[in-house]
């Protein structure tokens, strides 16, 4: 059975507990900074603000983006890395953080959801993708070709990932999809290595690394989403297959 410690509390001061350069490969969702009044999007087939919690509202963004991605580096282990999910609206801190705090950044991939949520406003495009920012601390980093281009049918993979968004199974409004998860663990985590993810939210890091066998550290400041995503990862059975060679 895989190692599973979840943590209730800040990020940043849990990571600081950690010994220096024990993670494999980092998970972050951080918050977006995009709630408010401004825009209105469809949620169960009602119109609604787009407002994803208190949580989402940072008063500065950037200081707080140095601040995690900091102990992030200190953690992560040489040849590990980090992969950073987000909008518009953080992401270019997020790449700004990374530069200044030294990472070599490796890719931005861009997550294309093809059925996204449409948008009730008339202003605007409708939002269809995420960006993940791939970063390492220097350019000696694992990353499994051969199964990305097992994962792509025989070809390069490509930094444009088409993957539906899923129906959510838990309330917490920026679940990932697990297949985004597999993916990305899939190509980035090195065997007998841990997986980390600082904002744990509804678990699907959690719930793809106990699938496969993977031991896995999360942490989420919520008590709400914390007791959802424990509760999600708790329940999770083991998959009948390895994480190996792309055979997910």
Request: charged share 25%; aromatic share 10%.
């Amino acid at each position: 059975m895989p190692q599973l410690d979840l943590i209730l509390g800040d990020c940043i001061e849990e990571m600081r507990k950690f010994e220096k350069e024990t993670i494999g490969l980092i998970f972050a969702d951080p918050p977006y900074n995009l709630s408010g009044d401004y825009s209105l999007t469809v949620r169960s087939g009602r119109p609604v603000t787009c407002d994803k919690g208190e949580w989402d509202r940072i008063e500065n963004i950037h200081e707080f983006n140095l601040k995690w991605i900091r102990e992030c580096k200190r953690v992560l282990a040489q040849d590990g890395t980090i992969w950073i999910s987000g909008t518009l609206h953080n992401h270019p801190s997020i790449g700004m953080a990374l530069k200044e705090l030294g990472f070599w950044i490796i890719n931005d991939i861009i997550w294309y959801k093809p059925n996204a949520t449409p948008l009730l406003s008339r202003n605007r495009f409708v939002p269809s993708t995420e960006l993940i920012w791939v970063a390492s601390k220097s350019k000696n980093y694992y990353f499994d070709y051969k199964i990305a281009k097992q994962l792509n049918n025989g070809k390069q993979m490509r930094n444009l990932w088409i993957i539906p968004a899923k129906r959510h199974l838990t309330s917490h409004p920026t679940e990932k999809p697990e297949e985004l998860l597999k993916r990305i663990i899939q190509i980035g985590w090195k065997r007998g290595t841990k997986v980390l993810d600082p904002f744990m939210g509804s678990g699907t890091t959690g719930v793809v690394a106990k699938k496969y066998g993977i031991d896995f550290i999360g942490i989420e400041i919520n008590p709400k989403y914390f007791n959802i995503a424990k509760e999600r990862i708790e329940k999770t059975r083991r998959a009948p297959v390895q994480l190996d060679l792309g055979n997910l």
